[in-house]
């Protein structure tokens, strides 16, 4: 763990030393759990986006785009639950006065439980060899079971309370399992409240209630009040989806761990309008959908699970998350919800005009049922950048920090790098890169030695650097060096293009999403 925590560390330094992310006004000593994107971590952010915005609209021709503007008339929220539901239970450790949110302290202690379980598995592994069968090794170890017991007991009676809103039966479970704060190792828990995490604002110059309005929570809901005029206009036939990418805001009580948990972070999320009955078969296609997304990436093994919600959302029927395994473990990347039609009709019910669908397969009208695809930039952002960062060690004791960031996400796509800052060779590299800027974006590095600007690209995650010689002169050829493998190739500047499209292009990725 410390080795991870470690790992993190070294992240949020290279990403400011290399202009991913900056803290936010650092000039000023920064704001609590806001940061910016710099001049490389702008373009990565605009890959991304561009990675699932094609994935959704291109490659679906039922998926239209949206964006729709953060603030929403104040009875959005009213209707879409936030107001009286978008609450956190948190509780506060008297000694160290940290803030906890109660239902997260309780996922970490029986992530603890599990971790037992997980090591009593590995050395039994280690023991039987070949012969281990997991699956019974589960039912039949006693530590196991009785560790299980535990893990199953805390989970039932934190669902009970949350979907009860028993918060004194929350606390009482911290309290009865003994949970110290970390900070402060104490057990001086005051009472769990409910806070809502919306942030408000005026807006326009009446005072008084009527003038409140909030930042928008979640995207999702731009989504929702737009979808008749989106199905008209388009003219979409159900089954559908709407994809939006934007900003949300939220009072994050514990806003930690980098860009992970923001209190503005960007979102990019899908509704898809399914007839009433076809939600779960929906559930399961994009459960798979986007399973496959993020695979797609090849990011490496093992870095994704999925996780079912114990809590359902007041507005859900099935819900689960997408976990990566960031440098502080696995944790949530992406939501993927089964809304029911809770949204279209609450919207209805408040707004008073009727949201429903017309289905001429049907021969009926009907409320859509909905399911959502919802995944943070931000956390996207930072799962690209922790599984990409990597040390090697080469020969002659040397080393390099490399970002093997999938090549068409890569901020830099090709580094010209002329071998003398003279004969001519700085003029063919402005050559190439007027031919090439139409497409990549790159960048000309005339400074120090070749094997320092290699590592200086590698550093920044560059997949491609091509070399101009004297030879390139008298041959018209060039040295490419392809970052993963350090492989070098002299290649005939005619093949550039091709060989860049075949490396960089969005067509290879997309492909294997078809
Ligand atoms: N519309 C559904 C919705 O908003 P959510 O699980 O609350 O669901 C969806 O959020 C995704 O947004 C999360 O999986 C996470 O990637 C991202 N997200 C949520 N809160 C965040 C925060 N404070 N900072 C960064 N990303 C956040």
Not at 236 to 256: H, S, W
Not at 335 to 348: N, V, Y
Not at 391 to 407: C, D, F, G, Q, W
Request: glycine content about 4%; charged content about 30%.
């Amino acid at each position: 763990m410390e080795q991870k925590q470690d790992k993190l560390k070294e992240i949020i330094s290279h990403a400011k030393e290399y202009g991913f992310v900056f803290p936010s006004s650092e000039i000023y000593d920064g704001l609590a759990a806001t940061y910016d994107y710099g001049q490389l971590g702008a373009e990565l952010k605009n890959n991304i986006k561009q990675y699932w915005w094609k994935s959704m609209t291109q490659m679906h021709q039922n998926i239209v785009g949206l964006d729709a503007s953060i603030f929403m008339h104040p009875t959005t929220w009213k209707a879409s639950g936030h107001v009286d539901a978008f609450n956190d239970p948190l509780i506060d450790n008297k000694d160290s006065k940290k803030r906890y949110r109660a239902d997260v302290l309780l996922e970490e202690h029986m992530e603890k439980i599990n971790k037992k379980i997980i090591k009593e598995i590995t050395k039994a592994k280690k023991r039987f060899g070949e012969k281990f069968d997991e699956t019974e090794f589960r039912k039949t170890n006693p530590n196991v079971l009785r560790n299980q017991g535990k893990i199953n007991d805390i989970e039932a009676s934190m669902k009970k309370s949350l979907e009860e809103n028993d918060l004194e039966a929350l606390r009482n479970l911290i309290v009865d399992l003994e949970i110290s704060c970390p900070i402060s190792g104490s057990k001086n828990w005051t009472e769990v409240r409910q806070f809502n995490l919306m942030f408000s604002t005026e807006m326009g110059s009446v005072a008084g209630d009527a003038s409140t309005i909030y930042l928008r929570p979640e995207t999702a809901q731009g989504i929702f009040v737009n979808f008749l005029n989106v199905q008209k206009s388009g003219r979409m036939k159900i089954p559908f989806g709407i994809a939006q990418i934007g900003k949300a805001f939220r009072n994050e009580i514990i806003a930690r761990q980098f860009i992970f948990r923001m209190r503005e972070f960007e979102q990019m999320e899908m509704q898809f309008f399914v007839p009433p009955g076809e939600e779960l078969k929906w559930y399961d296609y994009w459960k798979t959908q986007r399973e496959k997304w993020h695979k797609n990436l090849n990011l490496g093994e093992d870095l994704h699970r999925f996780h079912d919600h114990i809590k359902l959302a007041h507005y859900a029927n099935a819900a689960c998350d997408i976990e990566f395994d960031f440098p502080m473990g696995f944790k949530e990347l992406e939501g993927i919800h089964s809304r029911t039609d809770f949204d279209l009709k609450q919207h209805e019910k408040h707004s008073g005009k009727k949201l429903s669908y017309f289905d001429p397969e049907r021969n009926e009208s009907y409320v859509p049922y909905v399911i959502e695809t919802s995944i943070g930039l931000d956390r996207m952002f930072l799962a690209v950048l922790s599984a990409s960062f990597t040390k090697e060690n080469l020969e002659n004791n040397a080393s390099r920090t490399v970002l093997k960031i999938p090549a068409p996400l890569a901020p830099v796509k090709v580094a010209i790098l002329p071998l003398v800052k003279k004969d001519g060779l700085p003029e063919v590299a402005n050559e190439l890169a007027n031919k090439l800027k139409f497409d990549y974006n790159f960048q000309i590095d005339i400074k120090d030695s070749i094997g320092k600007r290699y590592r200086r690209q590698d550093a920044i995650g560059t997949p491609i650097c091509i070399t101009i010689d004297h030879q390139t002169k008298t041959d018209h050829t060039v040295t490419i060096r392809f970052r993963d493998s350090m492989k070098q190739e002299r290649v005939s500047m005619d093949h550039i293009e091709m060989i860049l499209n075949e490396q960089l292009g969005w067509k290879n990725l997309l492909t294997k999403l078809a």
